[in-house]
């Protein structure tokens, strides 16, 4: 019997997508199930042309976002504090998955791995920031860090963005 887990996600949160040409797909979502359009970047963007959604803009950041690199298609989940996230990266580290990026995106601190079959997952926390920050965001993250220096540069960086 394998042992119970000791951090826990609070579920699946957003998906992120490919879509050929996100801004046309951001108009399908937003035409066709009635979700803002709360962010985006054009192909200049570091990260490449994007587009979020969302249908509870009060409540969470985005929960689409679309990438015409196909490379940042994920699905994420939430978990309820700074020590969850860290003790899912730890777990990460201490079964040998590889870290793909862990990210400031100011709404919230994450970090992505792949599954077995080469889905990537994110694991983040939601920083309260909600307002500060229009996605996509990047930002590196070193959970290495105290929680102290990560929550340090977090208000920083929001003060900056604002």
Request: glycine content about 8%.
């Amino acid at each position: 019997m394998q042992k119970p887990l000791s951090c826990r996600n609070t579920g699946i949160h957003h998906v992120g997508l490919h879509a050929k040409d996100p801004a046309a797909a951001a108009e399908f979502y937003r035409d066709m199930l009635g979700m803002q359009i709360v962010g985006g970047s054009g192909p200049e963007h570091p990260l490449g042309a994007s587009a979020f959604l969302c249908s509870r803009p009060d409540e969470e950041s985005h929960e689409i976002a679309l990438f015409a690199n196909p490379l940042y298609a994920h699905i994420a989940f939430k978990v309820s504090s700074l020590a969850e996230l860290r003790s899912f990266h730890a777990r990460a580290l201490a079964k040998q998955v590889p870290i793909k990026f862990a990210f400031n995106h100011g709404v919230s601190f994450a970090f992505y791995f792949e599954d077995p079959d080469g889905n990537m997952i994110e694991i983040y926390w939601p920083t309260g920031a909600l307002e500060s920050y229009q996605q996509p965001h990047v930002e590196p993250l070193d959970l290495t860090q105290s929680d102290e220096v990560l929550l340090q540069q977090g208000e920083t960086w929001g003060q900056t963005a604002r």
